[in-house]
Each structure stands twice: as structure tokens, then as C-alpha cells.
């Protein structure tokens, strides 16, 4: 009986302290920006009791934003915004983006629950939700494991593992001014070309692999503006930037851009040679590889130091 009172009031002490802690994060509406650990998957296929093949197990890699927004008085909530995941389904990189809320905390033990609506490639956007379970991981590192059908028979499942980025790896870009935006008719199709515009503004790179010289990166706060002689059109999103080959002889760009008030569009480079200036970004990116009618960004960008160290 003793030993069963001494645990309780434990667990009683270990709850309220990550309530005060979590109360103080709760109160700076600073995002945190986090990282998918190595052993983050993407599965999708049958799960118990129903007796059929999981038919896609790939590792998720990526990064999201964890915003507090207050406190219901037994959990600290949080909102989940620019999730940008890639999974490698049938040799392709995907995109997986969204949002959704997390919460923290508890009455008697500390639980936790992730809701996330998610659009994986091109499909319609699901709901994802891990339900309120016990978290394992201690805050504010995240382990949880989100699904749509409660991994019940067929169904698609992320397990995550998440931590905060460390403000040291963080790498800060500007875009040149000799970067420009243009939209119209590329290639052979007999329509007018707009005439190349101005796009100024600066993103981030974060490293998603845990070495030395990383050569896959999540791009991060996309915040730039195209600038004509009458008005200026915000554009803002997050993808990837990745070297490959040997000699990281190429490299790719692919990024989720919101242009003013339309709706999201892929741009993508494609595979294209590194020219050797990295860290230095020299890249093309376009929504149909600028052919016909498209919209083309030339991206040159240079590092930066961090936003509180410029003049």
C-alpha cells in the first residue's frame, strides 16, 4: 500500500511539472520548428484483424511547425502547421502536406493527441488522428503514431518521431537580385510571354540527415514577393532541395508555392546539374517544366547569417 501511495504521488508530481513547464511554452506564441527522427515510416495496407499484405512501408522524412495556443486547464494545446514530409512511394518522392492540432497533458497521467488532415501527392486531403494515448517520448520531443481507420484492417499510418530543430542548423538564404519570376507561354505553343519580374525574399534549409555534409534538405518559410511597376504579390510555401551522385553532380528543387491569393502549385526542377557554386543556389523551377503556358521562377540564392544578425 505504501509503495502504491509513493508512485502515485510520483506520477502526480512528474504531471504537474510538465503542466508548469508546458504552461510557460503555452504562453509564447513563438513556433518551434521540428524535424522527423530517422525511424519516422509511412505504411499503407491491412492491419489486425483482417489478414492481407501492408503493401507500402517507406520512411517519411521532413519537417512542421508547433505553435502554442493555450491551455484548457488540463492540457496545453498547440497548432500543427507546414507539414512537409516526402515518402518514396513506387520510386517517387511524394508530397505530404497539412495541418492539425496537438494537445498535452492529462488529469492523472500524461497523454497526448495528434489530429492531422493530411494530403498525400495529389489526392484528397484525410484525416488523421492518433487518438488520446500515453506518450512515450518526453516533451517536447513527440513519438506518436497518427492513422486514419485507427490501424484497423485497410488503412494508410504514419509512426513519428519528431524533435526540435536546433537553431544552429538552420541555414538561412536570400534570393539574389538577379532571380526573377515570369508566366506565360514557353516552348512551341503561339501565345504572348510575360516579361521577367522582380522576386525578392529569403527561405531557409534544413538538413534531414544526421551527418557532416548533408545532401537532402527540407526547404523551410518560403517568404518572398514578386515586384512589378504597380504592385508587389506575396509568395510563400516549403519543400525540398537535394544533391545526388557521387560527385553531387545534380541537384533538384522542388517546392509547395502559394502565389498571392491562388491555390498551391508544385514547381519543380527536375534533375539538373549543380554547376558547382553549392552552397550557392542556382536552379530553375517551374510547374509544367515551362512548357506552353506555365509560371518559372530562376532561383539564385545565397546564404545568409541569421535573420537577428543582419544589419
Same mark, same amino acid.
Given at each position: 500500500?505504501?509503495?502504491?501511495?509513493?508512485?502515485?504521488?510520483?506520477?502526480?508530481?512528474?504531471?504537474?511539472?510538465?503542466?508548469?513547464?508546458?504552461?510557460?511554452?503555452?504562453?509564447?506564441?513563438?513556433?518551434?520548428?521540428?524535424?522527423?527522427?530517422?525511424?519516422?515510416?509511412?505504411?499503407?495496407?491491412?492491419?489486425?484483424?483482417?489478414?492481407?499484405?501492408?503493401?507500402?512501408?517507406?520512411?517519411?522524412?521532413?519537417?512542421?511547425?508547433?505553435?502554442?495556443?493555450?491551455?484548457?486547464?488540463?492540457?496545453?494545446?498547440?497548432?500543427?502547421?507546414?507539414?512537409?514530409?516526402?515518402?518514396?512511394?513506387?520510386?517517387?518522392?511524394?508530397?505530404?502536406?497539412?495541418?492539425?492540432?496537438?494537445?498535452?497533458?492529462?488529469?492523472?497521467?500524461?497523454?497526448?493527441?495528434?489530429?492531422?488532415?493530411?494530403?498525400?501527392?495529389?489526392?484528397?486531403?484525410?484525416?488523421?488522428?492518433?487518438?488520446?494515448?500515453?506518450? /512515450? +517520448?518526453?516533451?517536447?520531443?513527440?513519438? =506518436?503514431?497518427?492513422?486514419?481507420?485507427?490501424? %484497423?484492417?485497410? @488503412?494508410?499510418?504514419? &509512426?513519428?518521431?519528431?524533435?526540435?530543430?536546433?537553431?544552429?542548423?538552420?541555414?538561412?538564404?536570400?534570393?539574389?537580385?538577379?532571380?526573377?519570376?515570369?508566366?506565360?507561354?514557353?516552348?512551341?505553343?503561339?501565345?504572348?510571354?510575360?516579361?521577367?519580374?522582380?522576386?525578392?525574399?529569403?527561405?531557409?534549409?534544413?538538413?534531414?540527415?544526421?551527418?557532416?555534409?548533408?545532401?537532402?534538405?527540407?526547404?523551410?518559410?518560403?517568404?518572398?514577393?514578386?515586384?512589378?511597376?504597380?504592385?508587389?504579390?506575396?509568395?510563400?510555401?516549403?519543400?525540398?532541395?537535394?544533391?545526388?551522385?557521387?560527385?553531387?553532380?545534380?541537384?533538384?528543387?522542388?517546392?509547395?508555392?502559394?502565389?498571392?491569393?491562388?491555390?498551391?502549385?508544385?514547381?519543380?526542377?527536375?534533375?539538373?546539374?549543380?554547376?558547382?557554386?553549392? /552552397? +550557392?543556389?542556382?536552379?530553375?523551377?517551374? =510547374?509544367?517544366?515551362?512548357?506552353?503556358?506555365? %509560371?518559372?521562377? @530562376?532561383?539564385?540564392? &545565397?546564404?545568409?547569417?541569421?535573420?537577428?544578425?543582419?544589419?
Amino acid at each position: 500500500m505504501r509503495r502504491s501511495v509513493c508512485a502515485a504521488l510520483a506520477l502526480l508530481t512528474l504531471v504537474a511539472a510538465t503542466r508548469t513547464a508546458g504552461a510557460r511554452t503555452a504562453g509564447d506564441p513563438t513556433p518551434t520548428l521540428y524535424r522527423l527522427n530517422q525511424g519516422s515510416t509511412y505504411e499503407q495496407g491491412c492491419f489486425g484483424p483482417c489478414l492481407c499484405p501492408v503493401l507500402v512501408d517507406a520512411p517519411v522524412k521532413g519537417t512542421f511547425e508547433l505553435t502554442p495556443t493555450g491551455s484548457d486547464g488540463l492540457f496545453n494545446t498547440y497548432a500543427v502547421t507546414d507539414v512537409n514530409w516526402v515518402v518514396p512511394i513506387d520510386g517517387t518522392d511524394t508530397i505530404v502536406s497539412g495541418s492539425g492540432t496537438f494537445r498535452i497533458g492529462g488529469e492523472f497521467a500524461l497523454q497526448q493527441q495528434l489530429s492531422l488532415d493530411l494530403q498525400v501527392g495529389g489526392g484528397k486531403a484525410e484525416h488523421f488522428d492518433s487518438g488520446l494515448v500515453t506518450g /512515450p +517520448a518526453p516533451f517536447p520531443n513527440l513519438k =506518436v503514431t497518427i492513422s486514419m481507420n485507427g490501424q %484497423t484492417c485497410f @488503412d494508410t499510418v504514419f &509512426q513519428l518521431s519528431a524533435s526540435p530543430v536546433p537553431r544552429d542548423q538552420i541555414r538561412y538564404y536570400s534570393l539574389r537580385p538577379d532571380s526573377t519570376f515570369q508566366r506565360g507561354c514557353f516552348g512551341a505553343c503561339d501565345c504572348a510571354i510575360g516579361q521577367p519580374e522582380r522576386i525578392a525574399g529569403t527561405f531557409a534549409l534544413v538538413p534531414l540527415e544526421a551527418t557532416t555534409r548533408p545532401r537532402e534538405f527540407a526547404v523551410v518559410d518560403v517568404s518572398w514577393e514578386v515586384s512589378d511597376t504597380s504592385d508587389t504579390v506575396p509568395v510563400s510555401g516549403f519543400g525540398t532541395y537535394k544533391i545526388v551522385g557521387q560527385s553531387a553532380a545534380e541537384q533538384e528543387l522542388s517546392l509547395l508555392l502559394q502565389v498571392g491569393d491562388e491555390e498551391p502549385l508544385h514547381f519543380d526542377s527536375g534533375l539538373v546539374p549543380v554547376g558547382g557554386n553549392f /552552397p +550557392a543556389i542556382d536552379i530553375r523551377i517551374s =510547374v509544367s517544366g515551362a512548357i506552353c503556358y506555365d %509560371t518559372v521562377i @530562376d532561383v539564385h540564392a &545565397q546564404p545568409h547569417k541569421r535573420p537577428h544578425q543582419l544589419d
